[in-house]
């Protein structure tokens, strides 16, 4: 007889079914985030790209998907599909930290929710290859733009490199030095000039001035603006009162022994930043020099510094946070050197503080 065949029924519930294995979450692209939001591609460009061109519910619904799985455009990415790229540059040759951090806070000001970002590039000017060496970063980086902050936006043969290579570029100087719509001028000399009217009305005669580097512009028109504004109210500065110094702390300091070393001091000094005023409060206060009573100190910049210092230091005020928000916009506009954009200006201003009074003398 054939052999009956016997069915074994299943264990029920012996062994409960292996769960099925999930791959982690993978980052969604930007093909994935218009197949869940039923729309196409090219609109997602369009509304990472905030164009008029979409509607307001369909923005609203692949922001929503966008939102949902944390969806952000990658910059270089986006460079490769427009053929350009979202990066903005930053390049300074500039020893005051301070200065350099203000800026940057205004680049992010201006490029905030434009998709854009900021890549910066520290460099030393007194080398003879960093213009290579910018020409690299540029190429590397494929940059939309580049933000020339002082030192470097003074070096011509920098701004005719990019010029050449058709980046286009921003430059930021105490006088113009370029086509309007390439410039945010400081004006320098006027704020320098406005230092010295106040020393003066203080009535003090015996004025000493510690200048930035020669190599910078600005330190020409700070020394320019405070040198003329004095000789205009009759008060000459001997060199023996003008030392040229770092725009440095350190060496705001090693200028302010040479100045307060001898018998004859000063009654004032025009630092041409607060780094090296603060150098003045250092030396001061070793040798005993009572500031304000016996010596008056103005610094420039009105950087966070001149406020922490006891006594707060009298500053000239450069908006530097502006100052890279203008010149990141620039950078922003549809064609470089657009007729929409005029050249900019910020205008600094004196700030008094506690750090001067009439002469004790």
């Known amino acids: 007889m054939p052999r009956k065949k016997t069915e074994h029924p299943a264990p029920a519930l012996a062994k409960a079914a292996a769960p099925v294995r999930q791959a982690p979450d993978k980052a969604k692209t930007i093909n994935d985030i218009a197949r869940l939001a039923e729309v196409s591609k090219k609109t997602v460009s369009r509304v990472i790209n905030h164009s008029p061109l979409v509607h307001q519910e369909t923005r609203e619904r692949v922001e929503a998907v966008m939102r949902q799985f944390n969806y952000t455009p990658d910059p270089f990415a986006r460079g490769l599909a427009f053929r350009r790229s979202f990066l903005i540059g930053m390049v300074y ?7 350099i951090v203000n800026m940057q806070y205004g680049a992010l000001d201006a490029i905030r929710d434009s998709g854009f970002e900021l890549v910066v590039h520290p460099c030393d000017s007194r ?8 020409h690299r970063f540029v190429q590397q980086q494929k940059l939309h733009g580049v933000m020339l902050v002082p030192r470097v936006s003074e070096d011509q043969a920098l701004a005719d490199m990019l010029a050449d290579i058709g980046c286009r570029y921003s430059r930021i100087a105490s006088v113009s030095l370029d086509e309007a719509s390439r410039m945010v001028i ?7 000039a406005e230092a010295a009217d106040y020393l003066q009305s203080l009535g003090h005669r015996d004025i000493a001035l510690i200048t930035g580097p020669s190599s910078y512009r600005s330190a020409h028109e700070r020394t320019a603006g405070f040198v003329e504004a004095l000789s205009k109210r009759g008060i000459e500065l001997p060199a023996a009162r003008i030392v040229e110094a770092g725009y440095t702390f350190e060496s705001g300091v090693a200028a302010a022994e040479r100045l307060l070393s001898g018998n004859q001091r000063p009654s004032a000094i025009f630092a041409g930043n607060d780094e090296m005023a603060a150098g003045v409060y250092k030396v001061a206060l070793r040798a005993g020099i009572s500031i304000p009573q016996q010596l008056s100190v103005v610094g420039f910049d009105d950087s966070p510094l001149a406020s922490r210092l006891w006594p ?5 005020r450069l908006p530097v946070r502006d100052m890279g928000r203008i010149a990141a916009s620039m950078l922003l506009q549809s064609e470089p050197g657009a007729a929409s954009v005029a050249s900019a200006s910020v205008r600094p201003h004196l700030v008094v503080r506690d750090s001067c009074q009439p002469p004790a003398y």
């Open 127 to 134: 080398n003879p290859g960093y213009i290579d060496g910018v």
């Open 312 to 316: 707060a230091l009298s500053s000239v």
């Open 93 to 99: 040759d500039n020893p005051t930290a301070q200065y």
């Open 186 to 192: 400081t004006h320098d000399r006027d704020g320098a």
